[in-house]
């Protein structure tokens, strides 16, 4: 099984400012998944990032404001541009390996 | 989309006692998978299921997939079992880890 760790747990931010998130695997995989948690909410796909390829980003978001860089197999960051309070989220990293592995979150809040 | 809805959204158990959690998917599926998300926010993969019946341990859960439901036991509940179990799905033409979650079920086991 993958072993996920995810790089800050938490952080509080101001409005206007941008929060990159580090993910990294202990085993090389082709995709990995970036999730948001809105508070008391269910998760959601942000985007899909391959190693090599543009990031895949799923309805509602965008690229500008959620640019993903995918620089080896096993590593990956997602950064919340221009954050508001309706950004403050769990952010998850996940891979697949025929069960889903989660990363334990980076939970941010914007005041 | 596929739609997937999860019953009951909200659960209180007294500790010991068993439990079905279900889940609805209105589309073919290649993916099915069943969560716990602890009360620190760890998401936690409890079975890859597709189709079939598994077991582990205490938790059993069953998937009939020509009629689009999934059914997760919890037997002799104990309070560890409290957090949100997810159920996420993935189409049988898209991505495999591109998941779509339910809104969970919220369990609370109570000693």
């Known amino acids: 099984s993958a072993v996920i760790s995810q790089k800050p747990s938490r952080d509080i931010c101001q409005r206007g400012t941008s929060l990159t998130i580090q993910c990294q695997v202990d085993?090389?995989?082709?995709?990995m998944f970036w999730y948001r948690q809105q508070p008391g909410q269910s998760l959601t796909l942000i985007a899909t990032?391959?190693?090599?390829?543009?990031?895949?980003?799923e309805s509602g978001f965008v690229i500008d404001k959620f640019p993903i860089s995918r620089p080896n197999l096993t590593f990956s960051t997602l950064t919340v541009s221009n954050m508001s309070p309706e950004d403050s989220s769990i952010y998850l990293c996940s891979v697949d390996e025929d069960t889903q592995y989660f990363g334990p979150g980076t939970r941010l809040t914007v005041l | 989309g596929i739609q997937v809805e999860q019953s009951p959204p909200d659960l209180i158990l007294q500790e010991g006692a068993n439990s079905t959690l279900r889940c609805n998917f209105s589309d073919s599926v290649n993916n099915l998978q069943w969560f716990h998300q602890n009360p620190w926010g760890q998401l936690i993969n409890l079975f890859y299921?597709?189709?079939g019946t598994k077991q582990n341990g205490r938790l059993s859960a069953t998937t009939v997939a020509t009629e689009r439901y999934s059914l997760l036991y919890i037997s002799s509940s104990q309070t560890t079992d409290s957090g949100v179990y997810f159920c996420a799905v993935a189409l049988t033409t898209d991505s495999w880890g591109k998941l779509q979650f339910g809104a969970g079920t919220q369990v609370v086991v109570t000693p």
């Open positions: 085993s090389q995989v082709t995709m």
């Open positions: 299921i597709p189709s």
């Open positions: 990032a391959n190693q090599g390829s543009e990031a895949t980003y």
